[in-house]
């Protein structure tokens, strides 16, 4: 192969791998999308609203009925006084601390599990604790998992017309350096159909690069999709939680099959093109 080439050998390495880390990016937020729903689910804080000033053993009272609804997380279960809701909301907010104007009643915060956690549900556990004595009502907020599945989905799909778009330009970069090449051995290409090798040999070396080439490409995915996750999980934030290694492994082996793909079947098939032309 010609030494020519390897400067847009580097351009095409560049592509390919700009297009496999969006493909990378892609997968892992399809693959974690259902992590991070169920995630964001036990996070939604459903808030039972109570009479001012309930002795302590009706509150305990309430909250024990409470543990006793299947996919209640009981370990989520507090008591929320009105003065620290005000406290709490007034940073949040930035409104006044004053306690004569205390909009806030005393709360009971609660979480469900992500298996449990439905309308149905929590309508379920609605009808039966507004029964208990000095309970107010129940609220809760079913709008964030939706907004968050919107939101995955709007992402994945930017991500994925981008990498398209990135498809399109690596392919035209790989038909260039391809067809350059071949074009600048061309000399060496007709000594050696002169003397009778085939086409399996004349290809040999150019994909033997494109390989090579396909390999750099992963490389660079690996790194980036590794350090990514490992940065995510070191930052102590949700993320940890969300992140499953067996998703990254798969992400990584379909960028594998995408780099292949891209390089050494677009390589093998414009050399083709070429041999044919060239009467072989």
Known sequence: MSKNSKPTQFYATISTSIVLVLIALFLLIFFHSSNITNIVKENINILVELEDRLPSGEIESIKKSLAQYDG???????????????????????????????????????????????????????????????????????????????????????????????????????????????????????????????????????????????????????????????YLIQSNSVFSEIIQWEYVGLTILISFVAAFLIQFLTTNMIINQFLRREGR
């Open 72 to 230: 209640v997380i009981t370990s989520s279960i507090q008591f929320v006084g009105k003065d620290d809701a005000l406290t709490q909301m007034s940073k949040e907010l930035n409104i006044s601390q004053n306690a004569e104007d205390n909009p806030f009643k005393d709360l009971i915060k609660f979480n469900l599990t992500n298996a449990s956690y439905s309308e149905e549900k929590i309508k379920e556990i609605k009808s039966g604790i507004e029964l208990e004595k000095g309970v107010l009502g129940l609220y809760y907020e079913n709008d964030s998992v939706d907004l968050v599945k919107t939101n995955l989905e709007k992402v994945s799909l930017g991500i994925l017309i981008l990498a398209f778009c990135f498809v399109i330009l690596a392919l035209a970069i790989i038909f260039n350096t391809v067809r350059l090449t071949l074009y600048s051995d061309i000399k060496q290409i007709k000594t050696m159909q002169m003397v009778g090798a085939d086409n399996g040999f004349i290809k040999r070396p150019y994909l033997r690069a494109a390989f090579w080439l396909s390999a750099k490409a992963v490389l660079a995915v690996i790194v980036f999709v590794c350090g990514l996750c490992i």
